[in-house]
T-cell receptor
Framework: KNEVEQSPQNLTAQEGEFITINCSYSVGISALHWLQQHPGGGIVSLFMLSSGKKKHGRLIATINIQEKHSSLHITASHPRDSAVYICAVPLISNFGNEKLTFGTGTRLTIIP | GAVVSQHPSWVICKSGTSVKIECRSLDFQATTMFWYRQFPKQSLMLMATSNEGSKATYEQGVEKDKFLINHASLTLSTLTVTSAHPEDSSFYIC???????????FGPGTRLTVT
């Protein structure tokens, strides 16, 4: 079982739909990251959150530390939101330092 | 703020040659830089963690002598792929943090193709 699991793996929706992507993790964490990777490959950090909720434009991220679950929501989705969304959590590596462990990503396609 | 650049953005090289990829933090000092590789349709895999002025810490299975990492200053880390093979073809991404805040800022990535 992966330490960080995302669902769904793929999501296709019509422009304007409300989008939800989920992330569950199996260990205690200090913070959770939501990242966006466009087809060109570059990664943008969308949110880092350790409790509650954060909002940036049409993007909203929530986290429930007790349930070890986070969600990323996109309101009024647009074709330019099409990308892979990745959640990542810092875990302690075998060497004792913190390293990000990534979910497998959710490929989102918004159809005009 | 918090911009990380990588150079080159893409490179094609022949088998057996070495390739150097640079990662720079443009507007902040990065105490730690991370190097990842990503194969098509797969997630990022951490290769190594480097702290300025000290040796990099490599993840299990990553060859230290093949992937040389140098973190010479608080704004620059380099990854050199030595004696490149076609199976080294991948997308290499660096990230940097300022220390203590868990924030990581990612570079745009470098696509390496070894022929």
């Amino acid at each position: 079982k992966n330490e960080v699991e995302q669902s769904p793996q793929n999501l296709t929706a019509q422009e304007g739909e409300f989008i939800t992507i989920n992330c569950s993790y199996s260990v205690g964490i200090s913070a959770l990251h939501w990242l966006q990777q466009h087809p060109g490959g570059g990664i943008v950090s969308l949110f880092m959150l350790s409790s509650g909720k954060k909002k940036h434009g049409r993007l909203i991220a929530t986290i429930n530390i007790q349930e070890k679950h986070s969600s990323l929501h996109i309101t009024a989705s647009h074709p330019r939101d099409s990308a892979v969304y990745i959640c990542a959590v810092p875990l302690i590596s075998n060497f004792g330092n913190e390293k990000l462990t990534f979910g497998t990503g959710t490929r989102l396609t918004i159809i005009p | 703020g918090a911009v990380v650049s990588q150079h080159p953005s893409w490179v094609i090289c022949k088998s057996g040659t070495s390739v150097k990829i640079e990662c720079r933090s443009l507007d902040f000092q990065a105490t730690t830089m991370f190097w990842y590789r990503q194969f098509p349709k797969q997630s990022l895999m951490l290769m190594a963690t480097s702290n300025e002025g000290s040796k990099a810490t490599y993840e299990q299975g990553v060859e230290k002598d093949k992937f040389l990492i140098n973190h010479a200053s608080l704004t620059l880390s380099t990854l050199t792929v030595t004696s490149a093979h076609p199976e080294d073809s991948s997308f290499y991404i660096c990230s940097a943090d300022t220390g203590g805040s868990y924030e990581q800022y990612f570079g745009p990535g470098t696509r390496l193709t070894v022929t």
